[in-house]
């Protein structure tokens, strides 16, 4: 590290001025007389308001004598030439013999005027040589006075080897001797004044001049230790002391002092010190104190970690033998007996024994000593004192552990084997008798007569475990075998090890290792493959019981909703088309109900495929808080919806499912809420990887007491036996909200309490997408072709007729019935038939079969599976056994039309072929809540001849936005209740308004009257 630069120097004639000015004494002196009455002579003289006697050191200007100032004792050295408030000045320099200005005698005037007349100017000059003559009198009386002692101490100072110092009252040096000189490495001259201040460290520099200035202003004494940062780089530690000294007339003469280079002593000190602190640092760490005590005078000396180990203050001064009072008196009688055995023999003693320290804490401690012995007789007992607590507590707890390991593994019943490679020796613990069916006891034997108990069929399998090990290509040995005991039977035993100890060349040495009875194990685990099998046969069962109930049940239901759809297409009168339809919403309330269940087994099973496909979530959220907005008024509720403005608009999730959770959670807050409001909150929170969704359903309704929320989510589960009996339901709603989230990798959890609501929260992760492309109305329900044969292959009569009526509806004429799968052979294989709907269940020969025999026979027709199977894995079974595609029952009309016209090459329809009313999306759409769906009829049909009559005016106005707008309001509501042909028209208007021709738009507005009207005769009333 390079010392830091010196202090500039003073110029050598500045040091001298400033030498002869300290030597007059004069500085910070009472007032003179003398030296006043010229200052108001020359102020009289010049005619000066102003006049000013002042001494020049080196930062400022002093005043001795002054008229006009009002008290001013100092002013700023740059002030020579006058100070900048005074208009007029003039001055003459007080000089010494030498030359040397030491001052100034200034006029000065406030006002300008000009310069002092020759007679004034020469009256200045003389006045202030009377000051400079006065001063040096004054010096030269100073020095009689004082020149005996003066002498007497210069003659001393010069031949002192200690540096010394004079200074004047003020602290200003005004003498140092050449050792002062020499320890400081500069000058006299430079010495003199403050000279001296820039030679102080600069870290020291503030707190030396404060005790400086301290002693100056208190005339007390000085005694500091402080470093000097001499002009050649090098660091030197002094001591200074200094005092003041008293003039004969009783005044302050200034002080004398001494300067001490101490460099030595303070580096000797810092290595005694730090010699010290390393050996006091060293019996810390060891733990270790030092004593002695001297059987003379029964002085004791402990070092500091003894005192540490008695638990006794730093202070503490011990006396005689108390040390003994720390040990109980079966130690204190051994601590005797050890000493006394020692001072015999003349040994050494190494003791351990417990002890309470002075704080009562148990510890045990170990002595080392011996004796001193003077001209053979012993005169003290030196040694060191450990606390060894923590290796004894150690040593207790491994025996201990010990102890415990070996009952641990008599316990576990583990027998530890060693086995000697090169000699083909082993050794076995005594729990391997044991296993063996003999008494406990060690068995040593050859590595031969060991394996001689292990069945033929098993040592391959330990010859391949050990060869890996012992050729150090795998570190563990690890395999499980049998071995013969005693009384002839086989048991099963895990044997694992690893090589202990090897030759520089690689060699296996020794290796060790322990042998367990796993023959319990081995029967569980094969009871428990039994187990399994039986468990894996019982889920075939139930996956087939499923099957078969999703048929059965399915058949019948898609003879009830084909026939109902069919009955409700004819011309009814009122009370039969009212019974027809509640016939219509039982059955799908049915086929929601079976929805349900199977949903439940499927996600049991693992065979509820989650999608992901993008689509527009805030317009997924609008559609529901339309639909529950509608029953939430109907029940004269509240419904509020706040989607966040983190929550992006479209994102890649599976919507049909998250519509799902959302509606029966929705579905259940309308159900238990009497009064207040139902409320659903969307948030979102980016990440990393993209987004996760909070939604959260809240409402004022009954509530859910805090001992049912956990099993909330079980299937058939709700808050009591009343619940069902006041609400209806099954309880399978919330299992299945919990399973389907589970499923797309979030999470729900409720909180509510009795009488005070529900607020359930389902957490998603999605990805944000881009915008799906749009989907047009103008391509949903394709059209028939004419000319289309079609055999339908149908056991049941019922759904005979039920699909005998769709085809008819739908336009297809040509239709031909089979019986059974054998029949259906006969028919396509004897006729052309360009498609054939397949039913999957029928006796004789069912769908899978008949379809593989007609492609084995080479018919090329189109066959589409027709099943009540509803479950994974039934599309890819039709698939495989060679058919082309796949709708289950009840068969939708929407999605037959559109696979038959799939497979017979149909063209897009107009919009006038799309149905006016489609009663299966409504009952998909709504979740099968016939009321929730009666709501949303009843509105749409008391508040759309308002829409239509708006908008009628909006385009008598020309007014093309608004058309547009109102447009888009009835595409919404017509969707929501699935009048197709109404919403497709209204979004080709919304499309059009703001550029087709007024006529085509007028069209537009007359079809979509039309439209309505014909809704409002086919829906339900």
Known sequence: MRPPAPPPRRSLEESQRLYALHSLGILHTPAEALLDSLTRAAAAACAAPIAALTLIDEDRQWVKAQVGLDGVTEMPRDWVGGPPWAAFHAGADLRTPEGHVIGMLSVMDRTARGGLVPAQREVLEELAQAVMQSLLLRQAAHRTLHSSSEQMFRELSESCPVGIFHTDVQGKCIYTNPQWQKTFGMSLAESLGDGWTRLIHPEDQPAVMAWWSDVAATGSTFDHVFRLLRPDGSVLHVRARGQSIALPDGSTGGYVGSIVDISEEVTTRRQLQASNEFLARAEQVAGVGAWRLDLVTREVEWTTQTRRIFELPPEYVPRGDEHLRFFSAEAQAEIRRTAEASRRSGQAWDLQLPMTTAAGRQVWVRSVGHIERSNGKPVALVGALQDVTEAHLARAALQQSQERLHRALEGSGLALWDLDVPGETVFLSEQWSVILGGPPEPTECTAQELLELVPMEDLLRIQEALEPVLDGRSPRYAVEHRVRRKDGSLVWVH?????????????????????????????????????????????????????????????????????????????????????????????????????DILDVSKIEAGQMEIESVAFDLHELIEDLATLYRLRATEKSLLFRVHVDAAVPRYIEADPTRIRQVLVNLLGNALKFTRNGWIGLDVKGTPGDDGCELQFTIADTGVGIPEEVQPQLFTRFMQADSSTSRQFGGTGLGLAIVRQLVDLMGGSVRVASSPSQGSRFTVTLPVVPAQAPPAASVWQELPSTTAGVRVLVAEDNTTNQVVAFGMLRKLGYGDVTLANDGVEACQLALSQDFDLVLMDCQMPEMDGYEATRRLRAAGCAAAIIAMT?????????????????????????????????????????????????????????????????????????????????????????????QQLGLLAHSAKGSGAMVCAERYAAIAGALEDRA???????????????????????AAAPA
């Not at 060699?507 to 493959?529: F, Y």
């Not at 060679?882 to 016209?901: E, S």
């Not at 703001?994 to 009257?1009: I, K």
Request: glycine share 6%; proline share 4%.
């Open 868 to 960: 009540a199977n509803a479950i994974k894995g039934d599309r890819e079974r039709c698939i495989e056994a060679g058919m082309n595609d796949y709708i289950t029952k009840p068969i939708d009309l929407k999605v037959l039309r559109a696979v038959l016209a799939r497979w017979t090459g149909a063209q897009p329809s107009r919009l006038d072929e799309l149905p006016v009313f489609h009663a299966e999306s409504m009952h998909s759409r709504f979740g099968g809540d016939l009321e929730l769906e009666q709501v949303a009829l009843s509105t749409f049909r008391r508040t759309t001849p308002a829409l239509l009559a708006r908008m009628k005016d909006a385009l008598a106005a020309a007014n093309r």
């Open 994 to 1016: 703001a550029h087709a021709l007024p006529e085509e738009l007028a069209r537009l507005v007359d079809d979509l009257h039309r439209a309505f009207d014909d809704f409002a």
């Open 495 to 595: 044997s694992e090890g690893r090589v202990a100890d090897r030759t520089s060349g690689g060699m296996p040495l020794r290796m060790v290792g322990t042998n367990r009875d796993i023959t319990q194990s081995k029967t569980a685990e094969h009871d428990l493959r039994v187990a399994r099998d039986a468990a894996d046969a019982a889920s075939r069962a139930k996956s087939q019981f499923l099957a078969t109930m999703s048929h059965e049940i399915r058949t019948p239901l898609n003879g009830i909703i084909g026939m109902t759809k069919l009955l409700l297409d004819e011309q009814l009168p009122p009370d039969v088309r009212q019974h027809a339809d509640l016939i219509d919403r039982s059955a799908h309330s049915l086929l929601a109900l079976v929805n």
